[in-house]
């Protein structure tokens, strides 16, 4: 596949090879060949990949990168990994190799231990840079092959981060006040400092890295020596990246900025929000957070993407009698409908896709939010702002005052809010809100401890929503039969899990249960009476998901313990 004179891959012997063993037919060839004039400069494999020839071995498979670099691997005697940008330690190894020379030699480092260092390449006979780079390290050289999309791709960005990085750690021999004025002072020029730049392509890089990589929160912790990101993915954290401590401050002031806070401000938490435009255009929400910490402000960014937040209820989880018994609720015309569930359980998803359906031109819909979640123009939409005494009970009656039929607070957390949401339930409105419970019936035993009378909790409540999300099975993982069960799925990280779906419980209140709810009302009462009136619980939910292939037993038992 090589010549003697020259090592890197030659097209015509790639494809010779794989006519050879029996990949492609010789006819194959002419397309590839004719497509590949011009691109002479792209590696072999790209150009065969760019045609999507079927794999004459498995009729009905295409002849992809991935599969072709599989191949080659096996070819050549050489481990082949999928490069997972989650598993590598960018930190270290950015540090260990120029960008220039690893650019020259298009390789990229991997892993790096006491016993070696293993390096990426996507041209298996070219060794001209092992023996250079073996004595600079002063450690034996692991060669694995890997796709060059995936090589070019992840060493680019990582490089021009690890500069970026540098040159930010550099700028430390300023004060950290003094940082954080120029960091201030360049995002009012036209262009941002030198220095200033460095930060700027930082923080563009982790919130376009967290977008590529699905992540719903991102975590940057400060601490003594390095600062943490971490990226929640699919409900579990990931550690990204290790910042020297100053860098993370000054990011963390960056996103402040951008986001409207008090930068000055560092001893009380904040609440902000931004909106970021992908370079394909696509807009993304975020939420920001800070809390004081004793090494500096910890800051926690939730993203929202607007197109997620306009699903429908099947791309949520909720189908079948489950729905239908949920857009009947949904039909009542006044009375309390709750969603309840932790931190990160879908409720927000759940509540925009009712309210979607809900916003009609015939129906005044408005929503007390903190913070607005999304902005979307079929509702009236209201702030929540505790420095203007603005709160969720205050809200809700200047929202009473405006002709409404239908109101959403974004929580009921006090007695003073859940109080207004049931005179407003009581004068004719239908009235959506959150809990923070563990399961439906505890909906109304909280209502009570925030001092709920019973009589009107019977009264207005019609309906409470709990859910949790668990991690639905990889669909590449279950297909690919061919895939050596040694290689990790490039999808899912080998974890078997690639996105996540919603577990419903949902309970109407049936005239038996309302007789239930008493002074002495008792959560397992109120249990066994919604199960006989027809309650399917989480975990019930759960054990049909398992049944139905989307997620696995262990699964629905971590989020419903």
Same mark, same amino acid.
């Given at each position: 596949m090589h010549t003697p004179d020259n090592p890197a891959l030659d097209l015509r012997r790639v494809l010779q090879a794989l006519i050879a063993d029996?990949?492609?037919?010789?006819?194959?060839?002419? &397309?590839?060949?004719?497509?590949a004039t011009t691109q002479p400069s792209t590696h072999p494999l790209e150009q065969i990949a760019a045609c999507a020839l079927e794999d004459r071995q498995h009729p009905g498979q295409s002849l992809d990168l991935d599969c072709l670099c599989r191949w080659l691997a096996r070819r050549v005697g050489q481990p082949y990994l999928p490069i997972d940008p989650m598993q590598l330690d960018l930190a270290q190894i950015s540090g260990l190799i120029s960008p220039a020379f690893a650019q020259r030699h298009g390789i990229l480092i991997i892993a790096a231990d006491d016993t070696g260092v293993t390096v990426a390449s996507a041209q298996p006979y070219q060794d001209d840079w092992h023996a250079d780079l073996a004595r600079s390290l002063g450690r034996p050289i692991r060669r694995v092959l890997a796709s060059p999309l995936q090589i070019r791709q992840a060493g680019q960005s990582f490089h021009r981060l690890a500069q970026s990085v540098k040159g930010a750690q550099n700028q430390q021999s300023a004060s950290l006040g003094e940082l954080e004025q120029l960091l201030e002072l360049g995002?009012? &020029?036209?262009?941002?400092?030198?220095?200033?730049?460095?930060?700027?392509?930082?923080?563009?890089?982790?919130?376009? /890295?967290? %977008?590529?990589?699905?992540a719903s929160d991102i975590h940057l912790e400060p601490r003594r020596?390095?600062? &943490?990101?971490? /990226? +929640? %993915?699919?409900?579990?954290?990931? =550690?990204? /990246?290790?910042?020297?401590?100053?860098?993370t401050l000054a990011l963390v002031?960056?996103?402040?900025?951008?986001?409207?806070?008090?930068?000055?401000?560092?001893?009380?938490?904040?609440?902000?929000?931004?909106?970021? =435009?992908?370079?394909?255009g696509a807009?993304?929400?975020?939420?920001?957070? @800070?809390?004081?910490?004793?090494?500096?402000?910890?800051?926690?960014?939730r993203l929202f993407d607007p197109q997620q937040l306009q699903e429908g209820f099947d791309r949520l989880g909720l189908e079948g009698p489950q729905l239908a018994q949920w857009q009947g609720l949904l039909q009542q015309r006044q009375g309390i409908i709750l969603v309840t569930g932790p931190t990160g359980s879908g409720k927000t998803s759940t509540l925009y896709a009712s309210l979607k359906l809900l916003a009609t031109p015939q129906v005044n819909l408005c929503t007390i939010e903190d913070p607005i979640e999304r902005l979307e123009p079929a509702f009236n939409q209201l702030q929540v702002q505790p420095a203007l005494d603005l709160g969720f009970a205050n809200g809700v009656r200047a929202l009473l005052r405006q002709d409404p039929d239908i109101i959403m607070i974004g929580e009921i957390r006090d007695r003073e809010t859940a109080l207004v949401a049931v005179q407003a339930a009581l004068t004719g409105h239908l009235v959506l809100s959150t809990l923070h419970t563990n399961?439906? =019936?505890?909906? %109304?035993?909280?209502?009570?401890?925030?001092?709920?009378?019973? /009589?009107?909790?019977?009264? @207005?409540?019609?309906?409470?929503?709990?859910?949790?999300?668990? +991690?639905?099975? =990889?669909?590449?993982?279950?297909?690919?039969?061919?895939?050596?069960?040694?290689?990790?799925?490039? @999808?899912?990280?080998?974890?078997?899990?690639? #996105?996540?779906?919603?577990?419903?419980?949902?309970?109407?209140?049936?005239?038996?249960?309302?007789? &239930? %709810?008493?002074? #002495?009302?008792?959560?397992?009462?109120?249990?066994?009476q919604a199960k006989a009136d027809g309650l399917l619980d989480l975990r019930t939910c759960g054990e049909a998901k398992v049944a139905c292939g989307q997620t696995r037993q262990e699964e629905v038992l971590r989020v419903c313990s």
């Open positions: 029996q990949h492609l037919h010789a006819n194959d060839t002419l &397309q590839v060949l004719e497509h995002t009012r &020029q036209a262009e941002a400092s030198a220095d200033d730049a460095h930060i700027v392509h930082i923080v563009d890089w982790l919130l376009q /890295y967290a %977008i590529e990589q699905r020596e390095q600062g &943490q990101l971490r /990226y +929640r %993915i699919d409900g579990l954290l990931h =550690c990204v /990246y290790a910042f020297p401590a100053g860098v002031s960056r996103l402040k900025h951008l986001a409207r806070m008090d930068v000055a401000e560092k001893r009380r938490p904040q609440d902000g929000r931004l909106q970021s =435009c992908l370079p394909g807009e993304v929400e975020l939420r920001l957070s @800070t809390l004081p910490t004793p090494f500096g402000e910890k800051l926690v960014l399961d439906a =019936c505890s909906a %109304i035993t909280r209502l009570q401890e925030l001092g709920v009378a019973d /009589y009107l909790i019977k009264a @207005t409540l019609v309906g409470v929503m709990a859910q949790r999300l668990v +991690r639905t099975l =990889c669909a590449d993982c279950r297909s690919a039969v061919t895939v050596p069960a040694a290689q990790p799925c490039r @999808t899912c990280r080998g974890t078997g899990f690639h #996105g996540r779906t919603g577990l419903f419980e949902l309970l109407v209140l049936s005239d038996s249960l309302r007789a &239930q %709810i008493g002074p #002495g009302s008792d959560l397992a009462s109120l249990r066994r």
